[in-house]
T-cell receptor, first 117, second 112 residues
Framework: SAVISQKPSRDICQRGTSLTIQCQVD?????MFWYRQQPGQSLTLIAT?????????ESGFVIDKFPISRPNLTFSTLTVSNMSPEDSSIYLC??????????????FGPGTRLTVL | QKEVEQDPGPLSVPEGAIVSLNCTYS??????FMWYRQYSRKGPELLMY????GNKEDGRFTAQVDKSSKYISLFIRDSQPSDSATYLC????????????FGQGTRLTINP
């Protein structure tokens, strides 16, 4: 079955710095998404990563803070910019349209656990 | 009011018990309903997927959707310690945005 991987799996960063998280799928998918899961909370959608065009952001999330790239159908990056301790969360990539899987729902990567000091 | 409400628990039951997990929602446009299982320090894993109303069974797991009451359930029969995890309900509309709206998640512990 298809594999969704994320790098790094975890990181500890200083406030004011930026971190780029990578999401790689081993087969082409139609849609890719980025979610945030704050400690003890559920998942909140940050944005939909669109291949070849700008990402679509949810209310409360902006491109300057969370720039996203999706250069092809198997890869996307999320950057968390100018970090503060409030950005400490698990960041999850998900995909939809995996070959051999239910096409109408999303499958998640393992997540990136970010701690900002 | 949140679009999706889920009792966060925690819920602790003995091995072999039947577990019932529930979510309510307010958006009548939701048509796809999912249950994800998330082990500690892991990403959510799709457990059950249901379109519209009705029941769906997969082994020890049964998902129920009652759209008239805006209520979904997940039943786990013969619960095992390996079922200990956080269970998240999620749902989305059939048209428009593909985003999933999640419940808060219920933390479940099965005691041997």
């Amino acid at each position: 079955s298809a594999v969704i991987s994320q790098k790094p799996s975890r990181d500890i960063c200083q406030r004011g710095t930026s971190l780029t998280i990578q999401c790689q799928v081993d087969s082409q998918v139609t849609m890719m998404f980025w979610y945030r899961q704050q400690p003890g909370q559920s998942l909140t959608l940050i944005a939909t990563a669109n291949q070849g065009s700008e990402a679509t952001y949810e209310s409360g999330f902006v491109i300057d803070k969370f720039p996203i790239s999706r250069p092809n159908l198997t890869f996307s990056t999320l950057t968390v910019s100018n970090m503060s301790p409030e950005d400490s969360s698990i960041y999850l990539c998900s995909v939809q349209g995996l070959s051999g899987k239910v096409t109408d729902t999303q499958y998640f990567g393992p997540g990136t656990r970010l701690t900002v000091l | 009011q949140k679009e999706v409400e889920q009792d966060p628990g925690p819920l602790s039951v003995p091995e072999g018990a039947i577990v019932s997990l529930n979510c309510t929602y307010s958006n009548s446009a939701f048509q796809y309903f999912m249950w994800y299982r998330q082990y500690s320090r892991k990403g959510p894993e799709l457990l059950m997927y249901t379109y519209s109303s009705g029941n769906k069974e997969d082994g020890r797991f049964t998902a129920q959707v009652d759209k008239s009451s805006k209520y979904i359930s997940l039943f786990i029969r013969d619960s095992q310690p390996s079922d200990s995890a956080t269970y998240l309900c999620a749902m989305r509309e059939i048209q428009g945005a593909q985003k999933l709206v999640f419940g808060q998640g219920t933390r479940l512990t099965i005691n041997p």
